[in-house]
């Protein structure tokens, strides 16, 4: 039997052409499936290209556990999500939640660490305590918090953050710009190696606040304590007190009172 | 068939077996349990599983069939079935040696008293998954050649229809062989009854077995006819085509040896074989859906159970038959994509519906997006165009039959 007699009656004339399109629809079914594609540390644009277009697939990956080793996709899912969703996204908790947001807003029940890191638009708020790294790198745009650990809003170049209660040590570590608020009391070395932008303390500041600072303006309401200013080359603390040694081995700068 | 349609028609009235109508062919709805296990008797030498949970009228429906097809009371056909447990044993399931011969002068030979289970022509092996991997081997064996041994003696049973049944793995089950499983043709779940079942169920009052004396009975030469029957039902080629299309859509994949998945050892798509490949993630392609390739065997078991459903049905064997027999035929052998299952509408619970949606498309495509390739393939082969123009032409389409089957047939040809 010939083999195109065979094909003839199997499509009896009708045939039509279309190639596999493999690049249609590259499904993503998990984070697995993600990651495997674009890696564990992602660049956001990778990301976006390859995110499902279905919201309910993506809100389905983001109720995934993403475990520690697609944390960093899961969070920039999130960001995508927030982007994307008219309404602001509600999630219980999680690291690198807001990772690179750019606009919407995003709402945590209380947050991991590494919240709302390089994001340059939108907003982030947190009703209960959020781990270390807070806004780390942020851009632009504001977050809000119950409190946090360290190193919150470190390398910070603009936005703004505020903090309902206490940020633990290291805030605002090596900031160019931005302002913070914290209505609590801050940790140790605060403000270190600052170059610019403000940090409000509302309570009392932990010791070496300003360490090493080059640029910017710390205000605190309560106590500084000890070796406040220690070798700041530039910028300005004003305290309600201060504890000893502070301003020791100075440059530059200015080390005030409040009511100076 | 009419005797077959009265003998439907009977077990629905006489409430002895009310299922759902699972089973789609075209707009027909009918029950998959019962159909196939009618379709497996129409047959000869295949396996049919039922699986299910407790109760689901797996066991009770293979042996009304039974005493219906083979003329015989519903308590004989129940004496013969085997079933599992693992103190179930090769003399008892299958034949011992005869002990009065050693009492008897003379006579060299070895005689074996086969069971009435092994003579039978109706095997059903109940509860299959309780007998240790050992004994599953012995079917394996019965499946494998149709033949019967024991103590070198070797009995033919001829023409069989088998039936097992299986409960899912509750403890004290063993998972079963996947060499066995190739030799299962159809698996069909078996569901509870509906809300309209057990309703119609309640009204019956008497015992199965009186009730299954009203069924009615085939006469040996009726049972004997059946398989004849359904290979009167001519195959069409676009059946053909898309069959060995779907066979091709599982089993090739570019990275296996000879591109072909059966091979693999060791390595799988569900353990990361197909990371990079670009066919990976596409939901048009199969290949990386599925661990398992298929066999011939399977190619075999579509061909005759898409027959024997289209004379069931009486229709003729066309495509909308092998859409709605495929899956079940298909789906046992198979592992699927993890990640693929998990998602919905499957839940990581629902195989059966992953397969019949892989099939699905393998068929869709098949008939529409590879007329062409098909065709350019099908005049090379009868040398109507020249096989270099034709892997010219071929190797502009990405589709896995087309690059690793077709183009490699070509340049042999060539």
Known sequence: MKLRHFMDDAYQGKTRNKRLDTRKGDVVFSLDDLAERVGERPIKADVEKLVPEDDRLLASLISSNPGKKHQMIWGILTSIAAERSHQPLRLQSGNFVGLELSSGIIVLEHGGDHVGERMSGGRIFIKGEAGDYLGQEMVGAGIVVGSCGDYAFRNMRSGWGVVLGGSGKHTGVGNSGGRIAVRGDCGERSGWLMRGGRLHIRGNAGDYLGLLMSGGEITVIGRAGKRSGWRMKGGSIKAGSYGPEAGEGSRGGSILGLDS | MNKIKALVASLEELRLHVGRKDLMIGDYGLNAQLYFSLANACLRNHAVLLYGGMGANKTTLVNLLGAAFMGQPFGDIENLMISGHPEQTEEKMVGFLDPRQWSRPGGDAMEVLWTPWARSQWKVINEINRFPSGKQNIFLEILQKRKIGYAGKVLEPGDTSYFATMNPDFSATYPLDEA????????????????????????????????????????????????????????????????????????????????????????????????????????????????????????????????????????????????????????????????????????????????????????NRTLNERGEMNMIFSRAVDGEISARDAIKELSGYDDPIARLDYLPALERIR
């Open chain 2, 180 to 363: 066995l499983l190739d030799r299962i043709s159809a698996c069909v779940p078996a569901t509870q009854p509906d809300f309209l079942g057990s309703l119609a169920l309640s009204e019956r009052e008497r015992a199965i077995a009186d009730l299954a004396d009203g069924l009615p009975r085939f006469s040996a030469s009726e049972f004997a006819s059946l398989p004849g029957c359904v290979l009167e039902m001519e195959l069409g080629p676009q059946v053909e085509l898309a069959i060995i299309s779907l066979l091709r859509d599982f089993t090739l994949c570019e990275r296996a040896p000879g591109y072909d998945k059966t091979q693999l050892s060791g390595t799988a798509p569900s353990k990361g074989l197909c990371s990079g490949c670009h066919y990976f993630n596409n939901p048009e392609a199969v290949c990386w859906q599925a661990d398992e390739g298929l066999s011939d065997r399977v190619r075999q078991d579509l061909r005759d159970y898409t027959r024997a459903m289209a004379f069931l049905t009486e229709r003729r064997v066309d495509i909308e038959v092998l859409r709605a027999v495929a899956p079940y035929v298909i789906w046992h052998r198979v592992t699927p994509n993890r990640s693929a299952l998990e998602r919905p509408p499957y839940y990581g619970a629902r195989r059966l519906d992953y397969v019949r949606d892989l099939v699905e498309r393998s068929i």
